[in-house]
């Protein structure tokens, strides 16, 4: 893609272009910037900026439109070269690396070698990302978003370290204990040894310490047998202890000496045994915060925290439900041997607006009731999702949008629905709660919504003037935007 609205450089470019063997072609308009998608044929941008661009300047923002739909943007203007620091740093948030002066002699060979490096790069990342998808295919890992792969591009790097503890974070049901098997399946050193889980919140306080180290035969009332507990049962495999953050006190300091000396001790034996079991760790709490207010040892929580995997919320790779979904109906077939079903777009496109705090398994849940349920043999659709949903996606579209500008590429935003937050401020708080399922961290996301659709709506939409307003910069309105996927 070319933007050079002057078009004072676009045949010496279409021509540098065409020696590198890619085609050309030029963006007329904002409109067509829009409407471009990333594919695997069409990935990269040159953009001319205009002289010392601003933020809010065109060129700039497309600058920033394309790079936000994964292109790979190189800039160039006359005499960019001599430009103050301020101004170069603009390009470098808007999203582009590459900087050219098309007024050099040299341009026409610096843009050669620029656009040869990132086709390279594009090849190797292309390589990269279908092995990687391959792989996931393999062990039963859903995913599309960018996010995803590079999560499991994180795992796939972790998991021959054979030695090194893992924490993964996350929110419930994000799949934890998806990518905890995973590591164990692509460890070299654990795979062919035993995945043992063990869940940290649901083991009795009495009785976890031998769960977890094992006991000698009378050590207590009720030990009429040696047991050698789930440590040294995943001895040449992994341990995962699933809910860290619920791990008793005692228990931490008990589990630091095992990992930081690889013995255990079982209760009331008096030699420590050697183990090699790999431990992955998982928890949905802020192990940072625990640590601060003293719930967590400091000590276990860095021993853990070696090599960390954060999986993203569903919301934030919205991506990867329509392929969740068609996993969970192939999962859940068999609960309705009659129909082979199919699933229609109202029903990817709804899960794919509404809040799902229970992430993954809240999916996995709405799926396979839509299938229990199911009194015909249609597709899967709108109404075979249960009334709740119906009233999120209701109130969402309570509000017309206001419409878009079609010529400007920086203020085209639709103010979606405004929900009841202005008129009746507790109870409009409590609502949010509720919907959030009182989880704190998620209603203030979801208030952080509601405010920047306030802002939108007072400023018409202008994100300039949105951000001016929230005293924020037009780059995390614009980041905001995309993160709480409002229309745009
Ligand atoms: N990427 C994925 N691919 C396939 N299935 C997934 C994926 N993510 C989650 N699931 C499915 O969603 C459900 C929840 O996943 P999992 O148990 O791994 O979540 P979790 O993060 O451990 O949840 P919790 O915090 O509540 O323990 C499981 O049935 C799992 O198979
Ligand atoms: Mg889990």
Not at 261 to 277: A, C, F, M, N, Y
Not at 363 to 375: D, F, I, P
Not at 426 to 448: D, I, K, T, Y
């Amino acid at each position: 893609m070319v933007w050079d609205p002057r078009g004072s450089r676009y045949s010496l470019i279409s021509h540098v272009l065409s020696e590198c063997s890619a085609r050309p072609r030029r963006l007329e308009g904002l409109i067509a910037v829009r409407q471009v998608e990333r594919s695997r044929w069409c990935h990269l941008a040159v953009v001319s900026l205009g002289a010392s661009p601003f933020p809010s300047d065109v060129g700039l923002q497309v600058v920033q439109a394309l790079k936000h739909k994964g292109f790979g943007v190189i800039c160039y203007e006359d005499g960019a070269q001599s430009w103050p620091l301020g101004t170069r740093c603009h390009v470098l948030l808007a999203g582009s690396r590459w900087l050219l002066d098309s007024a050099t002699a040299e341009f026409a060979q610096d843009l050669r070698q620029t656009v040869a490096h990132l086709l390279r790069a594009e090849n190797a990342r292309r390589d990269e990302e279908d092995s990687m998808k391959g792989l996931m295919r393999k062990l039963g890992v859903v995913g599309e978003s960018q996010a995803m792969l590079a999560v499991f591009q994180t795992i796939v790097r972790a998991s021959p370290l054979s030695d090194l503890p893992v924490l993964i974070t996350g929110e419930t049901g994000t799949g934890k204990e998806v990518m905890a098997r995973a590591i164990h399946q692509l460890d070299p050193k654990r795979r062919n040894g035993p995945f043992v889980a063990l869940n940290c919140g649901a083991i009795s306080p009495g009785l976890a310490e031998s769960e977890l180290f094992g006991h000698r035969r009378g050590a207590f009332t009720g030990a009429d047998r040696d047991r050698k507990g789930l440590i040294r049962s995943a001895e040449n495999g992994v341990l995962f202890l699933d809910e860290i953050g619920e791990l008793d006190h005692a228990l931490q300091a008990k589990l630091l000496r095992v990992l930081q000396e690889k013995r255990v001790l079982g209760v009331g034996e008096d030699q420590e045994v050697p183990i090699s079991t790999r431990v992955v760790a998982a928890t949905n709490r802020d192990l940072d915060e625990l640590v601060r207010l003293r719930k967590f040892r400091a000590d276990l929580f860095h021993r853990l925290n070696v090599l960390s995997v954060h999986l993203p919320p569903l919301r934030e790779r919205v991506a990867d439900v329509g392929p969740l979904i068609e996993h969970f109906v192939a999962k859940y077939r068999f609960l309705r041997p009659s129909g082979a079903f199919a699933v229609a777009p109202d029903f990817v496109d709804a899960l794919m607006q509404v809040e799902l705090p229970g992430n993954a398994r809240q999916l996995e849940n709405l799926v396979r009731e839509a299938l229990v349920q199911k009194e015909d043999e249609t597709a899967l659709n709108l109404r075979d999702l249960p009334r709740d949903i119906w009233q999120q996606l209701s109130a969402r579209w309570e509000r017309p949008s206001i419409p878009s500008d079609p010529a400007d590429v920086g203020t085209d935003i639709q103010v979606s629905a405004l929900e009841p937050l202005r008129h009746d401020l507790p109870a409009s708080m409590l609502n949010v709660l509720n919907l959030n399922g009182w989880n704190l961290s998620r209603s203030l996301q979801h208030c952080e919504r509601l405010l920047l659709e306030a802002a939108l709506h007072k400023a018409q939409g202008n994100q300039s003037q949105t951000a001016h307003l929230l005293g924020i910069t037009p780059r995390s309105v614009y980041n905001k935007i995309h993160k709480h996927q409002l229309p745009h």
